[in-house]
């Protein structure tokens, strides 16, 4: 653990140095659970949807644009964004929306419009309870990366967790991430959503000549993100109860 933080500090002023932002792309796919690979297999309908899903998470591109102080993570526009089934890919995950990160005011914005309606959901950097595991490496290119977990709980449906799990990157010491989650001692570049969704590093670029700003928008309500899953909560119930 010693040697990790003496890493990461030597790498912080090196990189502060000579690179202040980037731009890293992302994939995502989908993770079939393998009690349910043969079912999906023997389900033509099932086996269609898991097909056409994976063909679109093929074409499907994030982006994480970053400077020393903030980031802004969404997905690439595509003509393809007015297709359901390209739309559905997308929220996997949470891939839907646009996530601003800002270490000053030590906050994540994620901008998102449910059921025609904008909104700009508040969570604290310090949202995310991080284990570290300084002693499982894996390499991801040519970057070392370590692996860190956290258990997210939403306390208003049932108290229903989600499990993450991070590969982070000392060699590029900033504590961004994809869809928002930050806080690591390198960038995120890697993140098993639940055992559901994966997002992997496609390409990146930390050109120190590149000159990225970006303010957020005010066109929108801004919610603290416990009462924005009530809302949610709420609508949901609502719209099943309509349907019965």
Same mark, same amino acid.
């Given at each position: 653990?010693?040697?990790i933080?003496?890493?990461?500090? *030597?790498?912080?002023?090196?990189?502060?140095?000579? @690179?202040?932002?980037?731009?890293?792309?992302? +994939?995502?796919?989908?993770?079939?659970?393998k009690?349910?690979?043969?079912?999906?297999?023997?389900?033509?309908?099932?086996?269609?949807?898991n +097909?056409?899903?994976?063909?679109?998470?093929?074409?499907?591109?994030y982006?994480?644009?970053?400077n020393?102080?903030? +980031?802004?993570?969404?997905? *690439?526009?595509?003509?393809?964004?007015?297709?359901?089934?390209?739309?559905?890919?997308?929220?996997?995950?949470?891939?839907?929306? *646009?996530?601003?990160? @800002?270490?000053?005011?030590k906050?994540?914005? $994620?901008k998102?419009t !449910?059921?025609?309606?904008?909104?700009?959901?508040?969570? %604290? $950097? %310090?949202?995310? @309870?991080?284990?570290?595991?300084?002693n499982?490496?894996?390499k991801?290119?040519?970057y070392?990366?370590?692996?860190?977990?956290c258990?997210?709980?939403?306390?208003?449906?049932n108290k229903?967790?989600?499990?993450?799990?991070?590969?982070?990157?000392?060699?590029? !010491? *900033? +504590?961004?991430? !994809?869809?928002?989650? %930050?806080?690591?001692?390198?960038?995120?570049?890697?993140?098993?959503?639940? @055992?559901?969704?994966?997002y992997?590093?496609?390409?990146?670029?930390?050109?120190?000549?590149?000159?990225?700003q970006?303010?957020? !928008?005010?066109?929108?309500?801004?919610?603290?993100?416990?009462?924005?899953?009530?809302?949610m909560?709420?609508?949901? %119930?609502q $719209?099943?109860?309509?349907?019965?």
């Amino acid at each position: 653990m010693k040697y990790i933080l003496l890493l990461i500090i *030597v790498t912080s002023n090196v990189f502060a140095q000579k @690179n202040t932002t980037g731009l890293i792309t992302y +994939s995502k796919h989908t993770v079939v659970e393998k009690d349910n690979q043969q079912n999906i297999k023997e389900d033509k309908i099932a086996n269609y949807i898991n +097909s056409e899903i994976e063909k679109l998470n093929e074409k499907i591109e994030y982006t994480l644009k970053f400077n020393i102080y903030s +980031s802004i993570f969404n997905v *690439v526009e595509s003509i393809d964004k007015e297709n359901k089934m390209w739309r559905i890919c997308v929220a996997g995950g949470d891939g839907d929306g *646009v996530y601003f990160d @800002n270490i000053k005011t030590k906050t994540i914005n $994620r901008k998102i419009t !449910p059921f025609n309606k904008t909104y700009f959901v508040v969570k %604290s $950097r %310090s949202f995310y @309870n991080w284990k570290l595991y300084p002693n499982v490496i894996k390499k991801i290119g040519k970057y070392t990366c370590y692996k860190a977990t956290c258990i997210m709980v939403n306390n208003v449906i049932n108290k229903k967790s989600k499990n993450i799990t991070a590969w982070y990157c000392p060699q590029i !010491p *900033v +504590s961004f991430g !994809p869809v928002g989650f %930050s806080g690591l001692p390198g960038l995120i570049l890697e993140l098993n959503y639940n @055992n559901k969704y994966i997002y992997n590093v496609k390409y990146v670029n930390l050109d120190k000549k590149q000159n990225i700003q970006f303010n957020i !928008p005010k066109n929108g309500e801004i919610i603290q993100i416990e009462q924005f899953e009530k809302i949610m909560t709420g609508v949901i %119930s609502q $719209r099943r109860f309509n349907r019965e």
